[in-house]
């Protein structure tokens, strides 16, 4: 996953506002009120996880379905506010931000039986910090705060031989801002506030997920693949698995949480193609489609749903946590290859050149062309997408507006002879089917309102992204998927010399004193002052014209009339354990 991010409220049923919501909430109109007999949960997912470890997931597709079989301490719930979980309260905190203790429920047992304490928490966390490291894993730094976590995260050790360090409480794997007082009691000091962290720590499926050292120490790297040890205090349980083929899960008997498991039977069949297994579900073989992280339809298939009567009560088409922009190099420094005519240091004329460049851009037409105003929406908002923490507002992000007389203007005042703007590139990863077809418009509008050609460059996923942070493109397509629910993970991620971005190594190299010092400040904040804060870094980023906004993505599902209780919200589908199938 590219750099990490953050999240926001609004339930389903009260976002019809701002988001493009098709049928009711929870599938559409119930055809009745009791419950069918068979109470199993069918759908597809277009590929095989690629781990349901949560001390490396860093996947919304695996993330999807761990969220069923693991808790945290603290949780989203289905509205995107942080709440207790594991944890029988929100964490009693000091004045200074700094130290957090949260008291554990005492009737929470793993699904094997096992009994759920404090160990199991300074189990988890330590694992997932020392495997931040050796693994390569992106979401690691959610427990970057804590004491102890720089040293932890840099041990080398895999596999049996950071098992055995764990077991031993070996202090190069044991962060020392994290202690258990007793059975039901988790302490954890922070190095630095960080008003972001709760909702760092409340990410579905990833880490901060509790696991159960009995179950994990039998094969440390391969334990969630076998049904008889993928152990968490979820709701449901894995009971067979055929890579590529199917996945079964059944509810945890007596399970400690609320509400308790309707559906008792989940099966997953793995399809590859999204329109074998739309059709599918249209011959009544599947409950749902777009869970588990596949909710990218193919737009025609869209289409023709939302124009078939009988079906298009059970399309939702929902926003998701994707935005994508345009990135300029800001920077001239001898680290990057490209330079181009749009640096900060060009003042005001290169300042105006970035303006001409995104006014010359019609974005509520780019979402209809390229994605039929279905798996996109123009970003008009900001680049923090809608719904969630720090979004500024629909229209209220002045770069999304378009005004092509505005900017053949400004670029006639800034590039009389054109000499500027001559040999221009903008370079995308093709991996992605919008990026071409947007790449395109782009091109298009500037060919039109600017009278400036500008080259087109693939290149492939992996060359593009080296590249890019390496500054090597004046113009390039850029774009975020938050991680958690708070504008944190953008800000630190993506520009400045904070967490995510070194010197100047972060796609656009902008970075200003004003804007670190800010970011600093914001990010021990909570609350009203943080949001209000971090809205002045967007207005910073808006000021000086760091990007062109594009668009947010949407999901789209099916939901059949008869399922109660399924839906999403910006992050993730909501959970199993509230659905239920109706006679139908």
């Known amino acids: 996953m590219t750099p990490t991010s953050f999240r926001f409220l609004k339930a389903l049923c009260v976002a019809a506002a701002t988001l493009m919501v098709v049928g009711a909430c929870g599938g559409g109109t119930n055809t009745g009120t009791s419950l069918a007999a068979d109470q199993t949960l069918k759908f597809p997912i277009l590929d095989d996880f690629g781990t349901l ?56 047992t793993f699904s094997n039986g096992d009994k759920f304490t404090s160990k199991d928490v300074l189990y988890s966390w330590n694992r997932a910090a020392a495997m931040s490291g ?20 840099k041990s080398k050790a895999v596999g049996a031989a950071l098992e055995k360090l764990l077991e031993a409480k070996d202090p190069t794997v044991t962060m020392s801002g994290l202690t258990a007082p007793d059975d039901y009691t988790v302490k954890a000091q922070l190095a630095f506030p960080a008003g972001w962290w709760l909702s760092a720590i409340s990410l579905t499926g990833s ?65 590859n193609d999204a ?22 339809a193919p737009v025609a298939d869209v289409l023709r749903i939302q124009s078939t009567a009988s079906e298009k009560s059970q399309l939702l088409i929902h926003a998701k946590v994707r935005t994508t922009w345009l990135s300029f190099n800001m920077v001239s420094d001898s680290k990057r290859l490209a330079k181009g005519p749009f640096t900060m240091d060009g003042g005001q004329s290169a300042k105006d050149l970035r303006t001409a460049f995104a006014l010359a851009i019609d974005k509520k037409k780019l ?32 770069l999304a507006a378009y005004d092509a007389a505005k900017a053949k203007s400004l670029l006639t005042g800034a590039d009389p002879t054109g000499s500027k703007t001559k040999g221009l590139t903008y370079v995308y990863d093709p991996s992605n089917p919008l990026n071409k077809p947007t790449a395109e418009f782009m091109q298009s509008q500037w060919q039109d309102n600017l009278g400036v050609h500008v080259e087109l460059q693939a290149v492939s996923h992996s060359a593009f992204i080296k590249s890019r942070l390496k500054g090597d493109y004046v113009l390039s397509r850029d774009g975020w998927q938050a991680d958690y629910n708070h504008p944190q993970d953008w800000y630190d991620n993506l520009w400045g010399s904070a967490l995510g971005c070194p010197d100047s190594s ?60 399924a839906g999403t919200n910006n992050f993730v589908d909501y959970p199993w354990v509230g659905i239920q199938i109706l006679s139908h």
């Open 207 to 271: 880490t901060g997920q509790i696991v159960d050292v009995n179950a994990v120490k039998q094969d440390f790297d391969n334990w969630w693949t076998n049904p008889a040890t993928a152990v968490g205090t979820g709701p449901y349980k894995m009971t067979s698995r055929v890579p590529k083929a199917t996945v079964d899960f059944a509810a945890v008997p007596n399970w400690w949480g609320s509400p308790k498991p309707t559906v008792q039977k989940v099966h997953l069949d793995i399809i």
């Open 275 to 296: 329109s074998t297994a739309i059709t599918k579900y249209e011959q009544g073989g599947y409950d749902l489609y777009g869970y588990g992280g596949y909710s990218n």
């Open 53 to 108: 470890d949560p001390g490396i997931a860093d996947a919304e597709t695996d993330q999807e379905i761990q969220q069923n079989m693991f808790n945290g301490v603290v949780k989203f719930d289905n509205n995107l506010n942080v709440v207790p979980d594991l944890a029988s309260k929100m964490p009693d905190v000091t004045s200074d931000n700094l130290n957090y203790t949260f008291t554990l429920r005492k009737d929470v």
């Open 367 to 398: 979402a209809t062309v390229v994605c039929s105003d279905v798996v996109c929406e123009a970003a008009t908002g900001g680049l923090i997408t809608k719904g969630l923490i720090g979004y500024l507002g629909d229209g209220a992000d002045p």
């Open 134 to 153: 050796a693994y390569g894993t992106s979401y690691g730094t959610n427990l970057a705060p804590i004491v102890g976590f720089d040293k932890v995260s």
């Open 506 to 565: 972060c796609t656009t190299g902008y970075h200003t004193q004003a804007y670190d010092d800010l970011l600093k400040k914001a990010d021990q904040e909570t609350g009203d002052q943080a949001l209000a804060d971090y809205k002045k870094l967007a207005q910073m980023l808006i000021d000086d014209v760091v990007y062109i906004p594009l668009f947010y993505s949407r999901g789209s599902f099916l939901i059949k009339p008869y399922v109660k209780g």
